[in-house]
């Protein structure tokens, strides 16, 4: 959890980057395309994005890390991007939301992916700001989920190049959601790894992973939970800005999500199953370590107390002077032993 | 779960398929009828279908296997199917739903049977695409839960050979949904088995088999959910490929889900009871065995002690020298051992 | 539960009787009346029943047995009864539910009653019919619930005899939902036992009796949750069939179930308490066992130990030949023992 | 729970007593009053009432004792209420509800109030039937609730006396529930204390009270969930028989029923919590007892094995003829002890 | 939980204050500005305050303290609000709502702060009246929370001098929520801590801090839940007193509510968890300790046993006379320990 701390007291709108710094200097990369031309562009100083401010062509710009408050404000007020939203970009503790404003959607979302050195999930978050004709995005960091739809832009195969920038908007959105089923894929083995060695081991490590599964499927469900609340809304809801054929594509995303959702409520399922087993498990190892120590117990107790008696040193004791004694003590413990044996049996204490 | 891994990074709309290739080469059979004749094909190359795009007699193509990517695609391109609706097809990861689209109804469900061999759930999924006059079914594999719909178009018997498309796809829908009662029987008995060895058998098998059918009862309900939902809002909504008629049958599905949603809820509560007496039976057995070594240490110990203390060495113990004492020895040994039994007896240790 | 299999397979609105067969041949008998004039007929021959179809005096047509699937046939045949209508009422396996179609109205409802000699709920499907004049019920066997109205009907007096066929059904299902008052109290009964009973007697027995009865109430629950939302429909819902005045009493049987399903709910949180009680009871008395074997354990442990010592036989141990050391062992002895007691009075482990 | 027998198999509407009779004889009390007059009066004979029926003042008739079944029909022949009204005001197994008739609102309340003597929550009904110029309060038995209202229209101050039979219906049912504060606040010390004696005490009546309490809590939320939902109904229908200003006054009770429900629902929350930490406690007492048994075992158990060897009677015992044997003894016994604790200490089982 | 007993058995409306009172004398600040101008003022004398009623400019009064109720009934007389409104405020008892008059809109909230002696939350209620040209805020006592819009105001910087009173009361409102935060922080890392030391420090402290931290995100919840509810109000109704541009900046405050929302229920989760994971260590050490105690037993019993036999006084025990008995009877010793301790070993209890 993200302190929020930084944020406490200013007045609303006031843009503070509040998260780790992911990068270190923010780049900005543009997309301008028609069906025919693509320009792309690595952009240096600010001012070569305002040209393309009222492009007619689709405009795509894509700015990595957060902290350069400097530069979002430049941009706002280019594309004239309310200071709620300015400030809802820089703020890394955003909920999953869409909304909208008069000349612009925006839209906040997390990309999650495996961190692989820690193995647990890790957050960015990304922004978007649809137009008419263009499309910003704000990430935290560089990353590579964007990458395949850049290739797709520059190939010009397929649909992308032929439609507006609502339609850029859904295929990164399904980029990000595809990468949720990575996740869900990776999860969904550790607990199987966990089911497998469960019965071997049922040292307390158990328990911590399945704990630490449960919160990143919370942390994840978190995430996907407002994510199906405003594809839905996209979908039925009258935005002007998102043309009818590209509705059919957010359906579809709209199924991702609860697909994604299904799959988490039922690996949660199985976590809570895993962990009854768990803890039947460990009451009967109990059970079978006080069966042992009964079973010893109750045996040898009172054969003890029959030796402890012909060690007592009492003068008139005639059976010690019996020869016969001896190896009637033994025939005595031996059928004690024997009998309790039997007990046990019956009590299906001995397999 | 099935591995969602290769989708990921693909533009939407690539047909891929996901999921087990569970027969070796895909099959397609044709119907063509009207309430006179009947035309029954096994389709060897797809031109063969083609003439029958247009039919105006009920025309039900089914196709097993779902790897081969270019028969899906040509039917898709034959009948108009959108590529988003053929890359679900393919995708055996849906969960059951509904989608309108212009010119067809896409419907996707799982149909579920018993795998005899592992005594445990399987899924097919199995797709429905209902034009004006055809319907046109993709299943993962060959299949028995078809023929008896086969059986009643052949027979021309009853109402199926006199209605169009939509009855067709209720009635080859009703054929799924009666499977899951056949399933559910077979859980609710593994579930009575369960309860019945309960209380013989406490070992750990027990925890892991109710464990076993919660897990499937959820991925069946997960199933059903979406059913119900999407039943009703064919019953409701305005489609007009539904006719008046087949409505009043869809209503009665719904009812069947319902019964199957029901039925699985209460099953789960079921189980859910019987953990909780498994597990409290552990808890007794643990008692039971504790009192048990409670009682053999309460009575020996302290005798034991008694025994101890005249085997000591002292010169002088006058005890020793006496004729009485070791009678004596006894008779308080065995008075310990009643007034302890006693004890017990009133504490309800000894039944 | 009952087993579905039969059913499986046969094409939708096929008479298949599912369920037990509790009487021996099916009874029929038939009630004609106006607030002036009453006919009461046992009917040997289906054809008996023909002239009254049209009659424009309410005639209620009441059958017992639902395995003769001839007669329903006939039945549905001469009042125009829909064959899902008749499949349903021959499949004892319905849940409530209200089912409108063009002619009349379709409930069906479980009567639930106490077996006595088990002790425990059973049920009945009943299945109403509603037309216009007539109301035509199907019993799964002969019951006394009925006979109430019966009476009234034959005696003439209140209101039952000056209203139409819907007033009947309202007062026929008034019978059958004040049954479950008597069931209810049964249960609150059996419940109130066992919790009586509980501190005195923890045996298994208890629980395996506390989940029984969650089980029967869950069977009851999901008896009355449609029941209340589909009296819900009748009240608000524009049935012609259903006159306005009746509804303020159907109002009043909405109540009912109402209260029926907050008793159901409050029995089972009385339930979940008794079992949070009963396992705390169990871990109690553990802890008790626990605490006798420990404070025996601990007492008389250390002292044989010094017993065993002087047991030893070295040639050199200077205590052996005092005088003084037997009693001075003693005095160790009690001194050990009352030092330990004062330690468990500490400790609130001696009361 | 107050059995419901006596009322099965009657028809509707008959008035039928269901519930302990708590007074003798009922008494029926009258005021009718405008902003200048009142009048108070005792009713002995029913005829008196008659005249107010067509009151153009305020007319309230408040009548103690519900099991005179021929009053409660006489005032409801004179005052035109309905047959199924009746029978619910003498039926005390009434949730509280809201139901309109053409003439008049029907609402039934539970009054609660602690029973000092028991220690534990009481529940009397109260029925409201409010006309245009009257109000008419049924109750079980005399109380003091609504004496504070009774004052505040004799004393004429406040708008009391301004207002209508609707305003006066809201004042008495503000009484109502302001009595449940008194309760709630009586609830809420009980909880702390048994909080405070929990640590102290883990007898098993902490539970057995814990599980008293939430359970008069579910009985109280049953009371006041659907109190909550009927005044709603109250505030936004279109009664014409509830002055728009009125409605603000039950706006604010309204908020008095969700504060009530919350109220309850925390203490819910806060009882859950100290059945965890009893339960837990339980664990943690039996875990220690564990600990003290294990440690006196663990260190005497191997130390007077070695006692019982040196006190075995071989002929050849080297050790026992030295004479550094005996003290060497000691100081192994001093070793093994030492060592044990210095473990013990290690594993922190020693404070 | 504040006793509400004073307030019972009173008319309703009737001004009565409930709760702790914080703070000696209630004081009075005013503010009264424009774009251009801005008035500050300390009030000592109510009637000061009168000529503000009808300024054009926004005039914000804020009260700390509600003991003094003639100062509040002054001011609801000066202003024409509601005596339930009046009742309201002076009751610190409310939960979070919104109500809405003829003339003005109230708002009541919990301020919520750290009390940093006691390290527990503190709550203090403020109300916000709010009209066409005045807002009113009544606080408990004198609070630093508001301070960050009084400098906002004072400097005259940014957008809050150039609004409405609409504008002021959600700058107000924002920073009590914006408190909230810190709040979260701070639970999330007592959270934290607790998870650091639980597996080193099971004692029963932990689950009472856990079950602290619960019970204050319960109460916490309980404020913020509310709140949520009427900001959806705010934004969507047609309260004419709340202007467009304002509702955008309350979308951007129900956005803060819901992400508070979901920070605490997913505290709750992770508290939930560590309960589990807290309870599932107590087991595990209890195991441990079983262990260990068997272990011992198990092995000296048998020993212990066999020393106790040859401590026998037999006459007739050939063993006794023999050279290589003593030595056999050590090596037997050794045996079984060494045969136990495989044993243990392949059981998996010795690491």
């Known amino acids: 959890m993200k302190k929020t701390t930084p944020k406490v007291g200013l007045a609303p709108g006031t843009l503070v980057h509040v998260g780790e710094i992911k990068i270190e200097t923010a780049g900005i990369t543009l997309f301008n395309y028609t069906d025919e031309n693509l320009l792309e562009k690595e952009v240096r100083h600010f001012e070569e994005v305002v040209p393309f401010k009222n492009s007619a062509d689709v405009t795509w710009i894509n700015i990595d890390g957060l902290h350069d408050v400097d530069i979002i404000e430049q941009v706002g007020k280019l594309f004239g991007i309310h200071t709620l939203t300015l400030e809802d970009i820089v703020n890394t503790n955003q909920r999953p939301k869409l909304e909208e404003f008069d000349d612009y959607l925006y839209v906040v979302l997390k990309m999650l992916f495996l961190d692989q050195d820690k193995n647990r999930i890790n957050a ?45 908007m859904y295929a990164l959105m399904d980029a990000v959601i595809d990468n949720y089923f990575l996740l869900l894929d990776h999860t969904g083995e550790q607990t199987e790894t966990i089911e497998d060695s469960m019965l071997a081991d049922t040292s307390h490590e158990t328990l911590v992973r399945i704990h630490d599964i449960k919160r990143e499927l919370i942390y994840f469900r978190r995430q996907v939970w407002p994510l199906r609340e405003f594809l839905n809304t996209m979908i039925d809801a009258e935005f002007d800005l998102i043309e009818e054929p590209t509705r059919l594509f957010l359906r579809d995303l709209h199924d991702h999500s609860i697909q994604v959702f299904d799959t988490i409520e039922s690996l949660r399922d199985i976590l809570m199953g895993l962990q009854d087993v768990y803890l ?18 109750t045996i040898f107790i009172p054969v003890t107390f029959l030796a402890g008696v012909y060690g ?24 004690i032993i024997v009998l309790m044996m039997v007990w046990f049996k019956r009590k299906r204490w001995l397999s």
């Open 124 to 168: 960015e978050q990304v922004s978007f700001v649809l137009g008419r004709t263009f499309l910003i995005t704000f990430q935290e960091m560089e990353g590579d989920i964007f990458n395949g739809v850049r290739d797709r832009l520059r190939k010009g195969k397929g649909r992308i190049r032929k439609k507006g920038a609502d339609y850029l």
């Open 280 to 297: 039947s498990e460990l009451s009967n190892k109990m059970n079978e370590t006080m069966k042992i120590l009964t079973i010893i117990a």
């Open 312 to 335: 007592m040193n009492f003068k008139y004791m005639p059976e010690l002077e019996q020869r016969w004694a001896y190896p009637a003590f033994w025939i005595v413990v031996v059928l």
